[in-house]
């Protein structure tokens, strides 16, 4: 059974700095892309950032050049930091893995989340 736990989340002024952690259980990190994504309150969820297998990242517009996705897959772990945090930060970051079967069909797997709320 797949398991994501993330942790790290808080109440934070803006400018600081979070760094969110998700731990795999029931699967081996190292051979899925992983991602985490993020929903503000009244909004729906949205994609944050992502890392592939071999370490590609990518980052919806809005974080890029503040936040840094990175795995270790000794762990089973994938990390988010977030710098320079504004307002708009907040919400619940919940971190995401999914596999696809033969016929193409993808079943995603979601953690619990984690609160993020950065004030003014």
């Known amino acids: 059974q797949v398991q994501l736990v993330e942790s790290g989340g808080g109440l934070v002024q803006a400018g600081g700095s979070l760094r969110l952690s998700c731990v795999a259980s029931?699967?081996?990190?190292?051979?899925?892309?992983m991602g985490w994504y993020r929903q503000a309150p009244g909004k729906q969820r949205e994609p944050v950032a992502a890392?592939?297998?071999?370490?590609?990242?990518n980052y919806t517009d809005p974080v890029k050049g503040r936040f840094t996705i990175s795995r270790d897959n000794d762990k089973n772990t994938v990390y988010l930091q977030m710098n320079s945090l504004k307002p708009e930060d907040t919400g619940v970051y919940s971190c995401?893995?999914?596999?696809?079967?033969?016929?193409?069909?993808?079943?995603?797997?979601w953690g619990q989340g984690t609160q993020v709320a950065v004030s003014s």
């Open positions: 890392i592939t297998r071999g370490g590609r990242t």
């Open positions: 029931g699967i081996a990190i190292s051979i899925y892309d």
């Open positions: 995401n893995t999914y596999h696809t079967d033969p016929l193409g069909r993808r079943y995603d797997y």
